[in-house]
């Protein structure tokens, strides 16, 4: 074991080292002795999934606008990184001060699906905190879990202090108030917990005995018999976080809008629609300023309006005419996810084409009519047809429409249904679509909790392989048409933890042991370690997938999120008649138990009176069927070359670590958030007209970095440094901005000068260094692009060496061929990395 080491120091060595930098623009740096609170919000998965959550956002912004609580992120490290930390002995650490998880007073894990919860115990191995719970003691932080699988966490109770079932922005504000006055108070870890049960939505896993399968879980503190799910009655008087970390790259990098919470169509299958009723709308009002201030605080060139189901938000056309000229104008694309069969208008689609055409996805989900009024899906095949045709009139290229199978009653027939269903979509396309493709993606269904079919069989792994490959073989026979599958093993093991008890959490322990990690990505999924801790264990795989006896105890059922079990029963013989339920917001209110709606008492009996549970609308009808302003908006010409800057700038301290794409990046929204207008490109795709020199080794700082960049405007050089200077993130400096002519040819560097300072070792590398200068002649071995080693000589690339205080000054000279300095460096010093001398450039030369 060597030296034991924080976190950051091992940047230098860990792959991917921007996930673990913690310095992204929009990011809450506090000074910790003004804070009597510290949370860690953890993401059970890496970075580029967890900054695409919105949900751990909205928590970061809720826990720091409190002066004296600060929420720092940390995020599921890769297993090389984790092999790096335990060699050197660095515990897993915060992103923001890299302050040891141990010694956080909170961590609160965001649990999204079921496949994460291995990654959850690799984190706490990580930090070196204690599994579960019992073995944890008032020296350790308190661990909490929120996020929609906690409506059953079972088998994952035994790891956790307390969870928070519902909306969260309220609930851990809440929560680390008590922890706040515990400390203040000085009273134990089990009086903090009770202390917590009278915070709505919080669940202490503790005060619940199991015993049993088949048994209910027996409640341990009178009047905690049952824990309801905490609800945000207003979204427009609950803070969204305009101002956010942004990050070096992400799954979905953009400004996300949660227009709306909740969704009754009353889709069957669907937990979410469920557990997170009623629906509320956010106000036109307060859409427009959250895109306003979003994206002149974010600098991104592209915006989300999202909710479970955004088509059905009832100002969408309203909000889209509104968003839209702001967007266009500024070359900012718009996305609409989660979208319904018929919910776009004529109009939205024909502004979208404008801007964007990317391909369209839509969910019918079932491809037999049959199917999908078993689970009340409410589309029509002539309504799919009729917007299908819409999409490829206004210029689109392709379609992808998303089905499940293994539903409850589902048939051969209604598999044939949606190979069917595709070829009519596929031939609605007219002969201008030149390069048609449908795409057909396909999920086997998993029951879920607290659900109407909560209490259906999943269909075996076996099964599920058969009907996979019914569906391919069919597919195959045809042109333009495709079929792909999620992964069966993902889904047979969703399956088990989807509807498991307190019993699996030892089969989590031990597939954890055996390797078990990052479940959720295809290449990383293996169902042995499970299959053997369910062995090991003494359980039956089929026990958790098989049907449940309606009458039975489950293992959720003192979580209430509101529904009834006589509602989801009722849904459950209207889904087996094949009969539809409306959508409430529209149609006759079913009584779930959620809403206040129409005289109605809410089950939520702890907030009833305190909050108002009912649907809150933008309009009472859906906006697409009134009149909206004909689609004129006027772009600027984006192309427009005003004035060209070579901008100077430093890069210091964690952005050393930025690689030259995430650099790139960095810039463009940073000159978004100055008001520095961009010329782009040309064509469909136009980019931003920017350009860098030599590309600098990730992990290498520099003093004279620059990049090239055309403004649609002219601007005073000066101006551009001050305003840029105020919107970058830590260890970007620009100093200075020269004009250029207007051409795209300009000078390039031919000698760059470098410093490099030892850690250790000093005599032998200045050894090796006054060797390499002493040669005429340094060859090295190097592939070329066809993967043939040759010999190159070094030694011409080093002009010159002279010794400083605190080491060395290399002039290099790229005039006849160019190599990374960093590996240069490294085949001078072999075996040396960047946790033994440090690089910098000090000037370029022309």
């Not at 694309?333 to 084409?353: F, K």
Request: net charge neutral; hydrophobic share 35%; glycine share 6%.
């Amino acid at each position: 074991m060597r030296d034991t080491k924080q976190m950051k120091e091992l940047l230098p060595i860990l792959p991917r080292p921007t996930r673990y930098l913690g310095s992204e623009w929009g990011t809450t740096i506090k000074d910790p002795a003004t804070v009597t609170v510290r949370c860690a919000l953890a993401f059970p998965d890496m970075y580029e999934v967890g900054m695409s959550y919105l949900g751990q956002k909205i928590l970061y912004r809720a826990v720091n606008v409190t002066p004296r609580f600060w929420a720092e992120r940390v995020f599921t490290p890769c297993r090389e990184t984790a092999a790096i930390l335990r060699e050197h002995g660095a515990s897993l650490a915060t992103l923001e001060s890299d302050t040891p998880l141990s010694d956080m007073d909170a961590v609160a894990f965001s649990l999204t699906h079921e496949l994460c919860y291995t990654n959850v115990l690799y984190l706490l191995d990580l930090a070196h905190i204690p599994f579960r719970a019992v073995d944890r003691d008032a020296s350790h932080p308190l661990i909490i879990a929120g996020g929609g699988v906690t409506f059953n966490a079972e088998p994952m109770a035994p790891f956790f202090d307390a969870m928070v079932i519902g909306d969260g922005e309220e609930s851990l504000p809440a929560i680390l108030e008590a922890v706040e006055q515990a400390k203040k108070d000085d009273i134990s870890r089990s009086d903090l917990l009770d202390s917590l049960t009278a915070i709505p939505g919080v669940y202490i896993p503790s005060l619940f005995e199991d015993q049993g399968p088949g048994q209910p879980y027996k409640p341990l503190k009178p009047g905690y018999e049952t824990v309801e799910k905490a609800v945000v009655d207003d979204l427009n008087r609950t803070p969204f976080p305009t101002n956010q970390p942004i990050p070096f790259g992400a799954v979905h990098d953009r400004l996300t809008m949660e227009i709306a919470r909740g969704c009754t169509r009353g889709c069957r299958f669907c937990q979410a629609g469920m557990i997170y009723r009623p629906v509320r709308e956010r106000s036109l009002d307060e859409l427009d300023r959250i895109l306003s201030e979003g994206l002149e605080q974010t600098g991104y060139e592209e915006t989300s309006m999202l909710s479970l189901s955004t088509g059905d938000f009832s100002g969408l056309d309203t909000l889209f005419t509104r968003s839209f000229d702001k967007c266009a104008s500024e070359q900012i694309s718009i996305s609409l996810p989660s979208l319904r069969v018929g919910s776009l208008s004529a109009p939205i689609m024909e502004r979208i084409s404008s801007i964007r055409r990317t391909g369209a996805t839509l969910a019918p989900e079932a491809g037999s009519q049959r199917m999908r009024d078993v689970i009340n899906k409410g589309v029509t095949e002539e309504g799919l047809l009729k917007h299908v045709k819409l999409l490829f009139d206004n210029g689109w290229q392709g379609v992808k429409l998303y089905f499940m199978i293994g539903l409850p009653t589902e048939t051969d027939e209604d598999l044939d249904a949606i190979l069917d269903l595709c070829l009519k979509v596929r031939d609605v396309a007219g002969p201008h679509i030149k390069r048609l493709q449908v795409s057909a993606a396909v999920s086997p269904f998993v029951p879920k909790p607290q659900t109407p079919f909560q209490w259906e069989p999943q269909i075996s792994y076996e099964e599920i392989l058969r009907r996979v490959h019914y569906l391919r073989d069919r597919f195959r026979q045809h042109k333009r048409v495709n079929v792909k599958y999620h992964e069966p093993e993902m889904t047979s093991l969703e399956g088990v933890f989807s509807r498991g008890d307190r019993r699996l959490a030892d089969v989590v322990e031990r597939a954890y042991a055996k390797g078990a990690l990052f479940s959720s990505w295809k290449d990383h999924l293996r169902l042995e370690p499970y299959r053997k801790a369910m062995d090991e264990a003494r359980l039956s795989w089929d026990e958790f997938t098989g049907p449940r006896d309606v009458d039975a105890s489950l293992p959720w059922d003192h979580l209430s999120c509101g529904l009834t079990k006589k509602f989801l029963l009722t849904e459950r013989e209207r889904a087996l008649g094949g009969k539809i339920t409306d959508d409430c917001r529209y149609g006759a209110c079913r009584n779930c138990g959620v809403c206040e709606f129409d005289g109605h008492v809410s089950t939520l009996e702890a907030q009833k009176d305190v909050k108002d549970i009912r649907p809150k609308l933008v309009f009472p009808q859906r906006d697409q069927e009134g009149e909206q302003p004909p689609y004129s908006v006027k772009k600027p010409d984006l192309t427009v070359k005003g004035s060209h800057f070579r901008l100077w700038f430093e890069k210091t301290g964690p952005a050393a670590y930025l690689s030259q794409l995430e650099l790139q990046a960095v810039f463009e929204r940073a000159f978004r958030r100055a008001r520095l207008p961009l010329a782009f490109s040309a064509g469909f795709h136009p980019m931003p007209r920017l350009s860098f020199g030599k590309a600098l080794p990730v992990g290498v700082e520099s003093r004279a970095e620059w990049i090239n960049v055309f403004f649609r405007e002219d601007f005073d050089p000066a101006e551009v440094v001050h305003r840029l200077a105020a919107t970058m993130p830590e260890g970007l400096r620009p100093f200075k901005a020269d004009r250029l002519s207007m051409g795209k040819k300009q000078p390039q560097s031919v000698e760059e000068v470098f410093e490099l300072r030892p850690a250790k070792d000093e005599e032998t590398w200045r050894d090796q260094w006054k060797s390499f200068m002493e040669k005429d002649e340094f060859l090295i071995e190097k592939k070329t692009k066809k993967g043939k080693l040759k010999q190159v000589n070094i030694r011409p690339m080093v002009k010159e060496m002279a010794e400083s205080d605190d080491g060395l000054v290399l002039t290099l000279d790229w005039r006849e061929q160019y190599m990374s300095p960093l590996t240069l460096c490294r085949h001078v010093m072999p075996g040396a990395t960047l946790l033994d001398f440090a690089l910098t450039k000090t000037a370029q030369r022309f």
